[in-house]
């Protein structure tokens, strides 16, 4: 089963997206800050990182950088999930290594083929279990 | 007034000065007299004969000296009337000057003053001749002064400052002007100094200055303002729509159709408010000059048929048939694509919208240095009073439109914006019940040589997943391209060699090379160029790169993230050398395995040989640092739980060793580590592996994804200082 961290501070938000990917046979474990979601990706390597920028404590693109950063979770694949749309903010997360960038609110078929197309591409041996 | 009198008395000429010069005048004149009696006749007849003669010669030399006299006497009575005229006149200038003048001793003292000067100083003129600054000024601003004046006094010529000074009149910035004047000797006598007092244009300024500043960051804050605005709808939006969503969803699973199409309203409201969020933060954008163009070469016919295309069963769903003429020559144009498709979105959008079983026409052609897009449709059209008003915020043709077409009513208005910025326009005419046609005008650009196509063509190759081991050789010389072939083959290196920028750029996209070799010097681009184009594309930004110049590195090396440099002619080894850091499978590494499981650590360890790698072992923490001392691993397999120094002991001797901080480790143990350790060993980069979940036969996979892993440099300099 493909299994996705989503680091959200918002919990309408976590509970609306974790069911609609349940739905499509994708696990989520749902972390509320930067900090834990640290530690998840370390622990437990997800197939893809769900991301939030603005969060209590250290923000998204930070998360993200110490991500890339560790040799362990370098290439775990990251979208960034925000409500911030600028452009600048998006080049701030394609830089810091994002794989993509969904914007909130989620057009939800975009965020499957985006979440399928990252997973593969990190490990095309892996059966997708997205549907 | 005696400084009056002081200037007067340098100028006048005086009495006696005139008395001498009328003196020598008479001299001159009487020259001929004396003279006459030696150029007569014979003396004995001249006494008899000449006396007559003599007196009336006397007579006449009396008259033209007189004669001479009144005439100098009126020259000069003319002359001091002139002078007194200049002085008078130098004076008025010097009384009723609206800037401030002085003249100072070189003591320092005031000789003479105009009343404004005074004025600022705060006391009569009258009351400030023969004193110095000292008795209407600071101290501070007394020294200031008198460091002025001696500069002047000092020869240093004509001086000019600006000048903040306290006086008992009050602070003043004055714009200062000090020369010297000098005495009949043309030595330095004093000090002239002329002032204007710009307290008010200082004022002025600073005020300037501050309402500019309050309205930046008022600027700022509003920019602000609208992104914060911006996320704070969205973020409740999210949950709105993706809940609707589901809830549809699961009502259309139900076969419970009336709750599926409650919730179907519900979302395309949602959808609605979304697009109203979209379109004002777009036009905010605009109006605060937020908004940056972004142009590249492209087809253009490619980019509208792509267009069409997407709207396609927009228009079938109204009946309506959408098609595309492109006149012949229309090539390539310069154009921001994300802001042009997205007005040209907006024009098709309308007019399918508005036409039912009807035709809608885009049609594409190119007027001299302009590209013309037209759509037209059979629709409904407007009256010329609509369309007066259809380019304006929130003006459908009618408000029930609004709620029959949807829209936010902002479309128009941010194509109009939008055209504006990309230096184009746009027009309408229409006829009510006979159909609206747009039309599109924009500027070519600057297409300049470039091959678009290539672009084109490259971004229609799917790229393979992964990185292939090939190495990727970017050089206009055919020789040397097959130099590095040669060299690297030998190694069974595969090689692909690109002869331009854009051959680079294509086969870089559909090949995926391990590494890439890279000539600065090529003909149709610059190697930074390639360089800036890889590091723009977020799928290959990681791609190594290895940089063959002629001359020196130069900075921007460092900014492009350039992981090695070579300079021409290089060396074979030192060559292959570099390309064997990022290509291969990462056999023949160095591994050293420490457990205190005799068993469990020598089966790791010929499972790791079998791969082919070099592989020591230890059954403790002090005889593993000391084998590392003398040779660091490529990778270090750690237990945790170890009696005498346990792992963590021996990752903390590691970070304090230089030789061995760079080295990754990889944990495997049995032990539950806590949240808080695994946080502590987060910045090592080390990889955990459970002992008993991970057979052998993992434990092998997860070293070769981390030797993998630590090969691909991240940006430059910092993989070593990341492990």
């Known amino acids: 089963m493909t299994t996705v961290l989503y680091v959200e501070d918002d919990e309408d938000n976590a509970f609306m997206l974790g069911r609609r990917l349940q739905r499509h046979g994708i696990q989520i474990r749902h972390v509320e800050d930067g900090e834990k979601a640290l530690i998840a990706a370390v622990w437990k390597r997800p197939d893809a990182v769900l991301l939030d920028i603005n969060l209590p404590g250290i923000n998204g693109l930070e998360v993200l950088q110490k991500l890339r950063a560790n040799a362990l979770t370098r290439d ?19 830089q810091a290594g994002a794989n993509a960038f969904v914007p909130k609110p989620i057009d939800f078929p975009k965020l499957l083929d985006a979440l399928q197309r990252v997973i593969q591409h990190d490990n095309p041996d892996l059966e997708d279990s997205a549907s | 007034m005696r400084a009056k009198k002081g200037i ?9 000065n005139a008395a001498k010069f009328v003196g020598a005048l008479l001299l001159f004149a009487n020259l001929p007299l004396f003279a006459q009696p030696s150029s007569a006749g014979p003396p004995t007849q001249a006494d008899t004969v000449g006396s007559d003669y003599v007196i009336g010669v006397l007579v006449l030399l009396l008259v033209a000296v007189g004669t001479a006299l009144v005439l100098l006497a009126r020259r000069f009575l003319a002359m001091r009337k002139e002078m007194a005229a200049n002085v008078r006149l130098l004076d008025d200038f010097f009384l009723h000057s609206n800037v401030a003048m002085k003249v100072k001793d070189k003591d320092g003292r005031i000789l003479r003053v105009n009343d404004v000067a005074a004025g600022l100083m705060g006391r009569p003129a009258k009351d400030l001749l023969g004193k110095t600054v000292d008795v209407v000024a600071t101290p501070e601003t007394a020294q200031l002064i008198r460091m002025h004046d001696h500069e002047v006094l000092d020869g240093h010529g004509v001086t000019a400052y600006e000048e903040h000074l306290n006086y008992l009149g009050g602070s003043y910035s004055l714009l200062t002007r000090r020369f010297p004047i000098t005495d009949e000797h043309n030595a330095i006598a004093g000090v002239g100094v002329i002032s204007m007092d710009i307290t008010q244009r200082m004022h002025t300024e600073q005020e300037l200055r501050i309402a500019k500043m309050e309205a930046d960051s008022a600027n700022r804050a509003k920019s602000l303002f609208l992104a914060n605005m911006s996320h704070e709808l969205r973020t409740p939006l999210n949950s709105i729509i993706g809940l609707s969503e589901l809830t549809f969803e699961q009502a259309e699973e139900r076969e419970d159709h009336e709750t599926a199409e409650i919730m179907q309203r519900v979302v395309n409201a949602g959808r609605h408010l979304l697009s109203l969020i979209n379109d004002i933060l777009d036009i905010s954008r605009i109006e605060s000059g937020r908004i940056e ?11 509208l048929e792509s ?18 003429e492109a006149a012949p020559g229309v090539d390539l144009a310069c154009v921001d694509v994300t802001r042009l498709r997205q007005v040209v979105l907006n024009l098709i959008g309308n007019a399918v919208k508005f036409t039912r079983n009807g035709e809608v026409k885009v049609a594409l052609s190119c007027q001299g240095e302009h590209l013309q897009i037209v759509v037209a449709d059979t629709g409904i059209g407007m009256t010329p009073d609509q369309l007066q008003r259809i380019f304006e915020p929130f003006e459908q043709a009618d408000r029930s439109i609004a709620r029959r077409f949807g829209g936010s009513g902002l479309g128009l208005t941010i194509s109009r914006q939008l055209l504006g910025l990309m230096g184009g326009n746009i027009g309408v005419t229409s006829d009510i019940q006979s159909g609206s046609v747009f039309t599109v005008t924009l500027p070519v650009g600057d297409v300049g040589n470039a091959q678009a196509r290539s672009y084109l063509l490259a971004d229609d190759i799917q790229p393979m997943p992964g990185r292939n081991q090939v190495v990727l050789v970017v050089d206009d010389d055919e020789d040397a391209c097959e130099l590095v072939r040669n060299a690297l083959e030998r190694d ?43 590091r723009a594309d977020p799928e290959h930004a990681e791609l190594p790169v290895i940089l063959c110049t002629v001359t020196d590195p130069d900075q921007r090396t460092g900014v492009l993230g350039v992981v090695e440099h070579l300079t021409k002619p290089f060396d074979r080894d030192h060559l292959s050398h570099l390309v064997q850091r990022f290509v291969g499978s990462g056999k023949n590494s160095s591994l050293l395995v420490v457990d205190d499981d005799d068993f469990y650590r020598d089966s790791i360890a010929n499972a790791l040989r079998q791969e082919g790698h070099q592989v020591d072992t230890a059954p403790n923490g002090e005889h593993a640092l000391t084998i590392m001392r003398n040779r660091p691993p490529d990778l270090l397999l750690l237990d945790m739980v170890m009696p005498g120094m346990d792992g963590l002991a021996v990752i ?33 980069a080390v990889l955990l592996v459970r002992k008993g979940e991970a057979d052998h036969a993992d434990v092998v996979y997860h070293v070769h994804r981390l030797l993998d892993r630590l090969r691909i440099p991240m940006g430059g300099h910092e993989a070593r200082a990341a492990t």
Not at chain 1, 76 to 94: F, G, K, N, Q
Not at chain 2, 293 to 303: A, D, M, P
Not at chain 2, 656 to 680: G, H, K, Q
């Open chain 2, 8 to 16: 007067n008395q340098m100028k006048r000429p005086t009495p006696a």
């Open chain 2, 293 to 303: 163009l972004h142009t590249e070469v492209v087809h253009v016919q490619t980019l």
């Open chain 1, 76 to 94: 775990v694949p990251v979208i960034v999930l925000s409500a911030h749309v600028m452009e600048d903010d998006i080049l701030r997360a394609m």
């Open chain 2, 492 to 534: 069974g290196i595969n090689v692909v060699s690109a002869s331009s920028g854009e051959q680079a750029l294509a086969l870089t996209r559909s090949l995926r090379p391990a590494v890439m070799v890279l000539d600065i010097l090529l003909g149709d681009m610059t190697g930074w160029d390639v360089l800036a184009a890889i």
């Open chain 2, 652 to 684: 903390e001797a590691m970070r304090t060793d230089p030789l061995l901080a760079p080295v990754p480790i990889m944990l495997v143990t049995a032990a539950d580590i806590s949240p808080e350790v695994t946080r502590n060993l987060y910045e090592r």
């Open chain 2, 307 to 324: 267009i069409i295309n997407s709207m396609q069963p927009l228009a079938r769903a109204n009946g309506n048939k959408l098609l595309l």
